[in-house]
């Protein structure tokens, strides 16, 4: 039992419906202890309107219940496979998101491939010669960055390659009205997907830079890498095949503590360049008090971050086969 529970996907299959369970009541509690809620918001809409019309959309929309009683409605929805009804998209809350999932995993997936493997080849090179030419330029790339806010890099690419330059489109999934099928409408989305991956991953990318740089450098101190210079390997060689193996592990561990960060960085991109996705439809969600889809996709990013760490923890078993629990290695 204990070696099983060992394995990173038999711990996924217990700790994926836990934390779905802790986020569903978690949310639902967060939600509501806020004001205002979606009747207000139609109220509002709609101008001047009775407190007997206010009072029947709250019947209809359940709203007239406690807290407790709504909560275990929706828990109980959740049992059923069912994550409610969207009254502001007029559709059913599960096929809503299933259909914005693709666009925010390709835009996520990208950028955080991009980041990461982009970024660890940075630092590396950089922690080659500390404190020189080429760590100097790096190092100060990647503090502009970090220090740069997501909107601002959004806006200065979309000024300079999407309205100066025309490069890339600005907007959008793909080019409307075009017609594209195909192996052409795969292409034309990616060429969609290049300045919101570029904006997503700048910040990220000087994280994994400076993150890697650091643990390369203190990796070369090691007595095993003393022991590979001493067998004749070259400096290319023990950098790339001996230390950075060894300085990944740190750089995994921030990769799945990270995953969170990027779905909540997405709402800022998708919002910016119309990218239909899941961090769009969170921003709709929130304008219109929309409380079903608001939940449904935390319920999503709060699965696919566990499913990245237990990706994570796979990884750094492969790289370190002595990363093990206690009743595994005892």
């Given at each position: 039992m204990s070696r099983a529970l060992s394995n990173p996907w038999w711990r996924l299959g217990l700790r994926l419906p836990a934390v779905v369970l802790a986020t569903a009541v978690l949310n639902f509690g967060l939600l509501k202890a806020l004001p205002g809620d979606l009747v207000d918001v139609i109220a509002s809409e709609s101008g001047s309107v009775s407190a007997d019309y206010v009072a029947q959309l709250r019947r209809l929309y359940g709203l007239d219940r406690s807290a407790i009683e709504q909560l275990g409605a929706y828990l109980a929805q959740i049992l059923q496979g069912d994550l409610g009804y969207s009254f502001r998209f007029g559709e059913p809350v599960l096929?809503?998101?299933?259909?914005?999932?693709?666009?925010?995993?390709?835009?996520?997936?990208?950028?955080?491939?991009?980041?990461?493997?982009?970024?660890?080849?940075?630092?590396?090179?950089?922690?080659?010669?500390?404190?020189?030419?080429?760590?100097?330029?790096?190092?100060?790339?990647?503090?502009?960055?970090?220090?740069?806010?997501?909107?601002?890099?959004?806006?200065?690419?979309?000024?300079?390659?999407?309205?100066?330059?025309?490069?890339?489109?600005?907007?959008?999934?793909?080019?409307?009205?075009?017609?594209?099928?195909?192996?052409?409408?795969?292409?034309?989305?990616?060429?969609?997907?290049?300045?919101?991956?570029?904006?997503?991953?700048?910040?990220?990318?000087?994280?994994?830079?400076?993150?890697?740089?650091?643990?390369?450098?203190?990796?070369?101190?090691e007595d095993f890498i003393r022991t590979a210079r001493a067998k004749g390997g070259g400096e290319s060689h023990v950098l790339w095949r001996h230390a950075l193996r060894h300085a990944l592990l740190p750089v995994l561990t921030l990769l799945g503590l990270q995953a969170s960060a990027l779905l909540g960085g997405s709402i800022v991109v998708e919002t910016v360049f119309a990218w239909p996705g899941l961090g769009q439809l969170s921003f709709e969600a929130i304008k219109s008090r929309d409380v079903p889809v608001l939940l449904a996709v935390l319920l999503f990013s709060a699965g696919l971050v566990v499913l990245v760490n237990a990706l994570v923890d796979a990884l750094q078993r492969r790289l370190d086969p002595r990363i093990a629990d206690p009743a595994g290695a005892a």
């Open positions: 096929p809503l998101v299933l259909h914005r999932l693709p666009a925010t995993l390709a835009l996520v997936g990208l950028a955080l491939a991009l980041s990461a493997l982009l970024g660890v080849w940075l630092g590396a090179l950089a922690a080659r010669r500390p404190f020189g030419l080429g760590d100097t330029v790096i190092s100060a790339l990647a503090t502009l960055g970090y220090s740069a806010p997501m909107f601002w890099t959004a806006l200065m690419l979309i000024v300079l390659f999407g309205v100066r330059l025309e490069w890339f489109p600005v907007a959008g999934l793909y080019e409307v009205g075009a017609g594209y099928q195909g192996l052409r409408l795969l292409l034309d989305m990616l060429w969609h997907l290049v300045l919101p991956v570029l904006t997503l991953s700048v910040y990220y990318l000087a994280v994994y830079v400076r993150l890697t740089r650091a643990s390369v450098i203190e990796t070369l101190q």
